[in-house]
């Protein structure tokens, strides 16, 4: 039997990144949820290893670079201590820091691979952004795209190549970041492909792509990509999300792979969060990723 390697939750308290700020208060909804406590006595082994607030003063962008550098260090620590980092954001800027932290565990022995859930592409820079919104481009940054303060974050870029990135669920995205993923050639499932194929068939073929030719891979999953009825605590919810019944299925016992370097959860909102499901489908995703 493969031993479960402790998992170690680093919150990002940050939703600087983010049009709708909630979510800044989503890793303290979890604390002090008791889901660590429930988890714990479910025979999981998940411990709190850190959280991370951004600076009261400065511009975004250096709010949030300031940030991710500190997150990015404690993701390689846990990494490189033999846990298994789960970063629960705040606002997706943080997967710049996450994944920056987990390709820099990897850098000696090889890239890392990604699966982005998300109902958004979360792939604009600077020049084809509406919003303006930093956690509208974390995944262009990670490919080596965007403002080179948070391109060159660790002190190399880019931090992973188009051939080992996957999306997954999406359904809402803007021609500028659907252009450069396109020209990138990273492969896309979108929703329909998702409904069409199902979640288990679509996730194998993620699961190969981010593991083949790469040190180690990760999942990042952005709360919007479930149906806004099972997640309705996001700031940017979208119709015809996934079930996430039917994704916990797919996680069950993922922890368990060596070569799974960090998972990430992002965009919780909790002021928008109706009867706790939000946190319950949380909930559910941890209990599946740790069990075997």
């Known amino acids: 039997m493969v031993q479960m390697r402790p998992i170690q939750i680093i919150a990002a308290a940050s939703g600087v990144g983010a049009r709708d700020p909630g979510c800044a208060k989503g890793p303290d909804a979890v604390w002090y949820s008791g889901l660590l406590s429930r988890l714990n006595r479910q025979g999981l082994d998940i411990s709190w290893r850190k959280t991370l607030r951004p600076g009261p003063t400065g511009a975004p962008l250096s709010i949030i670079q300031d940030l ?5 260090q404690q993701v390689c620590d846990s ?4 846990h298994l980092p789960l970063v629960v954001g705040g606002d997706h800027s943080c997967a710049i820091g996450t994944w920056s932290g987990a390709a820099l565990a990897l850098k000696q022995r090889g890239p890392l691979g990604l699966v982005w859930i998300d109902a958004h592409m979360d792939s604009h820079t600077p020049e084809t952004t509406p919003s303006g919104a930093i956690h509208g ?3 262009a940054v990670l490919l080596g795209y965007g403002a080179q303060e948070l391109v060159n974050l660790a002190g190399f870029s880019p931090k992973l190549l188009p051939r080992h990135v996957c999306l997954v669920g999406v359904r809402s995205y803007e021609p500028g970041e659907a252009e450069l993923l ?3 050639g990273v492969r896309v499932f979108f929703m329909a492909e998702v409904k069409q194929r199902g979640i288990g ?3 194998a073929e993620a699961f190969a792509i981010a593991r083949n030719g790469t040190a180690g891979f990760g999942i990042s999953i952005d709360l919007d990509a479930f149906s806004p ?3 309705p605590g996001v700031g940017t919810p979208v119709r015809n999300g996934l079930d996430h019944l039917e994704l916990d299925r797919v996680l069950r016992g993922i922890g368990e792979l060596a070569d799974l370097v960090a998972v990430e959860l992002a965009e919780f ?3 928008r969060d109706h009867d706790n499901r939000t946190l319950e489908l949380i909930e559910d995703l941890l209990s ?3 069990r075997g």
């Open 269 to 271: 909102n909790p002021l």
């Open 68 to 72: 991710n550098e500190h997150l990015a």
């Open 79 to 82: 990494a490189a201590s033999g």
């Open 201 to 203: 068939s679509v996730m």
């Open 229 to 231: 009825r099972e997640s």
């Open 288 to 290: 599946a990723i740790s």
């Open 182 to 184: 396109q020209r990138l």
């Open 137 to 139: 481009m974390p995944l």
